[in-house]
């Protein structure tokens, strides 16, 4: 059974830095990544990783944020730093078995439960 748990979020303040992880189960996955969402806003990209070890970012986080992958742990994480107040989001890890090259949510098979992130100012 496919199962992504998310996990590391918590209140830091803005210039802090955190780091979330992603267990995966259940099988492999050609692309694993991130996606955040603030109330009342849609879901958006935030970083991929794909098993090959390429990787993509939103203009957003990019210089900030450094997305990893264990493919032997079957884990994802994502290094936040520099953190600023409208990162302030749930943070949700996603993944499909395929190579998949689009940032729509829509895109991807699995998903976690989210943690949450918020950065104060």
């Known amino acids: 059974q496919v199962q992504l748990v998310e996990s590391g979020g918590g209140l830091v303040q803005a210039g802090g830095s955190l780091r979330l992880s992603c267990a995966a189960s259940?099988?492999?996955?050609?692309?694993m990544g991130w996606f955040r969402q603030a109330p009342g806003l849609t879901r958006e990209f935030v970083a991929t990783?794909?098993?090959?070890?390429?990787?993509s970012y939103a203009d957003s986080v990019k210089g900030r944020f450094t997305i990893s992958r264990d493919i032997a742990k079957n884990e994802v994480y994502l290094q936040m730093n520099g953190l600023k107040p409208e990162d302030t989001a749930v943070y949700y890890c996603a993944a499909k078995p395929e190579l998949e090259y689009s940032s729509g949510s829509q895109h991807f098979n699995y998903w976690g439960q989210g943690t949450q992130v918020t950065v104060s100012s």
């Open positions: 990783s794909w098993s090959y070890g390429g990787t």
């Open positions: 259940g099988r492999t996955f050609g692309t």
